[in-house]
């Protein structure tokens, strides 16, 4: 029982303690009718304070959001991170009538984002634009002092895009199958580049070495740019990769497309046949997009962001946005959302350990 309630008894005991002694012989009426208002408005004193104590939360919960909603993207401004939350922003300010921000908080390969998010009041008012890291950082960084899936509140799944594979135009890699019976042909001598360690292409591509059984030889580099540059020189193999980084390198013929990472064709790229096409089947790896909230945040919070969220998806103008950025829209549950990131952390904790992958 709340302490509050625990002492109404006893102040509505003080309150008709009030005046309540015998009237001495001879006092008038006039006298006893001002003790019991007096008593009365004792009363009705505790009452109001009862009210005011309990009443504020309900009001606070039912308010929500009464202020600017603020939304941390853990990378810089201008990456697919950041232009997908501000894609997102501009409907939930509509529908929440509340100006929804976005906080570019970069650096510690986007943990110092994460942590700030996951330490933050539990209030809806700080959400945490996530992708990959969420679910691959806790293994690459045993010390970190957050959780993935301890201290966060799934809210909704964004969307994805599937990693593809491309190579240079002059490679005589002409399907998956090629680049996977070169690599068996000449062990060790194939290389593919990434961003860097740890980075999404850098285990899609450990991914395909376990599920070919090929050895190829892995090249970081200091972000997709310049791995890229030396793609077009042929200065590496091949590389799994964000397909919008590279789509106008393969409409413009200088990178070919040999498959994407899962399954299902992608709708910029309709003409590249998936893994599984290819005789792959299960090798799967993309790049995801998902509203997060600090763990505790209200189920109500919760949920209701989740719906307008959905909404916003649903809405044709967004979603097109969306589609030009390459993502594909999959809108769900935070029950699905939560599913969805524990396999992916699964998934991508399981390789990492397996090969020893260590952030740069």
């Known amino acids: 029982m709340h302490p509050i309630r625990r002492r109404i008894p006893d102040l509505y005991r003080v309150a008709g303690s009030l005046h309540t002694a015998p009237l001495p012989v001879g006092v008038g009426l006039g006298l006893m009718f001002e003790r019991c208002v007096a008593r009365a408005t004792a009363v009705l004193g505790v ?41 997102i922003g501009q409907p939930l ?40 890291g969420i679910a691959t950082n806790m293994a690459l960084f045993p010390s970190l002092t957050f959780d993935g899936r301890r201290d966060f509140a799934p809210i909704a799944k964004i969307g994805y895009a599937p990693l593809v594979i491309v190579v240079p135009v002059s490679s005589p890699a002409k399907s998956l199958k090629d680049l996977i019976a070169m690599a068996k042909a000449e062990p060790g001598k194939l290389t593919y580049g990434s961003a860097g360690n ?14 070919a ?23 590496i193999s091949f590389m799994p990769i964000n397909p919008v980084e590279v789509l106008a390198h393969i409409r413009a013929g200088r990178l070919r497309a040999l498959a994407v990472a899962s399954d299902k064709r992608f709708p910029l790229l309709p003409d590249v046949p998936t893994a599984a096409e290819a005789g792959f089947a299960g ?15 209200p189920p109500t919070i919760v949920r209701q962001l989740n719906a307008e969220t959905n909404k ?3 809405n044709p103008a967004i979603a097109n946005k969306l589609s030009e950025l390459g ?34």
């Open 93 to 132: 300010a509509e529908a929440l009538k509340q100006p929804v921000i976005v906080d570019n908080r970069p650096g510690a390969s986007a943990n110092i984002g994460m942590e700030a998010v996951a330490k933050a009041t539990p209030d809806g008012y700080t959400l945490l634009m996530a992708s990959n």
């Open 198 to 211: 740890g980075s999404s292409g850098h285990l899609a591509g450990e991914l395909l070495k376990s599920t």
């Open 283 to 297: 090798y799967e790896a993309s790049v995801w997009w998902g509203l997060l909230a600090p763990v505790k945040t």
């Open 312 to 314: 916003a998806l649903a």
């Open 213 to 235: 059984k090929i050895d190829v030889l892995h090249i970081p580099y200091k972000g997709g740019a310049p791995a890229i540059t030396d793609l077009l020189g042929e200065r």
């Open 47 to 87: 009452v109001l304070l009862g009210a005011t104590l309990f009443v504020p939360s309900i009001v606070r919960a039912q308010a929500y959001p009464d202020r600017l909603i603020k939304i941390v993207v853990p990378y810089s401004a201008g990456g697919a991170v950041d232009i997908v939350a501000r894609i």
């Open 327 to 360: 993502v594909i829209v999959t809108p769900g549950t935070p029950d699905q959302f939560a599913a969805f990131i524990k396999a992916q952390t699964d998934l991508w904790s399981g390789v990492i350990k397996a090969v020893g992958i260590q952030p740069d």
